[in-house]
């Protein structure tokens, strides 16, 4: 069982910048491939990056392409997402995921965190 929590989330201006963690548990995070996706009120889930189990491995949807970073460390069972340049059409619940696949562009996840909410304002 792998157990992930997701933290800093927040209010931001639009242009600013968020730095996203999620820790997980358990002792297969090291073999597992992790990803963000965000659901903003009414729209469905969507998958924004995913990153492989070594690190070397990523995948951006095209609207974070420039402006989000997905990164690891498997020492600290920890992923990041690292975003810049937040517009109001940012603002969302982001979710971290984690899976033992390996196509990082698939949204099919076996463990999700709970949430943390980004709020971008004008």
């Known amino acids: 069982q792998v157990q992930l929590v997701e933290s800093g989330g927040g209010l931001v201006q639009a242009g600013g910048s968020l730095r996203l963690s999620c820790a997980a548990s358990?002792?297969?995070?090291?073999?597992?491939?992790m990803g963000w996706f965000r659901q903003a009120p009414g729209k469905e889930r969507e998958l924004i990056a995913a990153i492989g189990w070594g690190g070397s491995g990523t995948y951006y949807v095209d609207f974070a392409k420039g402006r989000f970073t997905i990164s690891r460390d498997n020492a600290k069972n920890t992923v990041y997402l690292q975003m810049n340049s937040l517009k109001p059409e940012d603002a969302a619940v982001y979710y971290c995921a984690a899976k033992f696949g390996l196509a990082l562009q698939e949204t099919e996840y076996d463990y999700w965190g709970q949430g943390t909410q980004v709020t971008v304002s004008s």
């Open positions: 358990g002792r297969t995070f090291s073999r597992m491939s």
